[in-house]
């Protein structure tokens, strides 16, 4: 998303994001719309389950050209010019099952309306996994664009204000913990870098945290002899306005989209010449 929204941007539009949100207590921005707010400049979040309405406000009333919507290839009520579907390489069909007994919530054949694929995690499957996935989405939709991708940590920053590039945090012991869709994802990507899990601990997707288990986490990472407590940054944002104390310092690792191959042809979709 945020790849996407920068991407038009510089491209001299003038994106609105859509999203149905996640708020936390008081109403306040939380989750992706406050990373997208943070990471592109300038941009709008519109905090809707109406995306009807959100999408009238941004184009009359915020004088927005490009809408994009976050989470929003089942909705469609709105006409969309592209569809865009990610697909996690590390469990890409949700194990073949619409929710509950799998991650699905339409079924394979649902690919026939992506005008693109984006595969994400390609680093941390196998090659002949990968083939396997990039087989099925074209047997299933052959004029889709199929483009492949990682999550690329970048600096990891702490709650003092100190920051560590990822390669500076090579061999060091942490405590790894998110509220994320796909949390082992996370803690491979973390040992991947060098980082040198003693331990973890996973809460619920878009979990809001309270002091005490704040407090836990903090003591667990202690008692496993951890020297920092890492997890996302979706997750910290609900961690600021808590306190953080005792001896293991508490951070996030920043991670960004970054392109294999197909980039280039993703572009093209988006963007008029």
């Known amino acids: 998303m945020i790849w996407l929204v920068n991407k038009l941007a510089a491209a001299g539009q003038k994106p609105a994001v859509l999203t149905r949100g996640y708020k936390s207590k008081g109403g306040a921005i939380s989750d992706e719309p406050a990373i997208i707010e943070r990471a592109c400049a300038g941009v709008k979040v519109l905090i ?12 009359y009333e915020l004088a927005r050209d490009v809408l994009v919507l976050d989470d929003g290839f089942q909705h469609r009520r709105l006409a969309r010019d592209v569809d865009i579907l990610a697909i996690d390489a590390t469990r890409p069909f949700g194990y073949g099952r619409m929710i509950p007994a799998g991650l699905l919530r339409e079924s394979v054949g649902s690919i026939r309306r992506a005008h693109a694929v984006i595969i994400t995690r390609c680093d941390l499957v196998e090659k002949d996994e990968l083939d396997v996935i990039i087989d099925k989405i074209e047997e299933t939709n052959p004029k889709a664009v199929i483009a492949t991708s ?3 940590l ?52 878009h979990h809001n945290y309270s002091q005490g288990e704040l407090d836990a986490v903090l003591a667990e990472a202690e008692l496993a002899g951890a020297q920092a407590a890492i997890t996302t940054q979706k997750d910290y944002l609900k961690l600021e306005r808590l306190e953080a104390g005792g001896k293991v310092k508490l951070g996030f690792a920043g991670v960004r989209l970054e392109f294999i191959e197909g980039e280039d042809r993703i572009l093209k979709l988006i963007i008029d010449d």
């Open 150 to 152: 990682r999550h690329k």
């Open 154 to 205: 970048g600096e990891v920053r702490f709650g003092d204000g100190s920051a560590a590039g990822i390669g500076e945090m090579a061999g060091k012991k942490i405590f790894a913990f998110c509220g994320i869709g796909n949390p082992e994802a996370f803690f491979g990507q973390l040992q991947k870098c060098g980082l040198e899990v003693v331990g973890r601990r996973v809460f619920a997707d």
């Open 48 to 59: 809707n389950s109406n995306r009807i309405a959100s999408a009238r406000r941004a184009v």
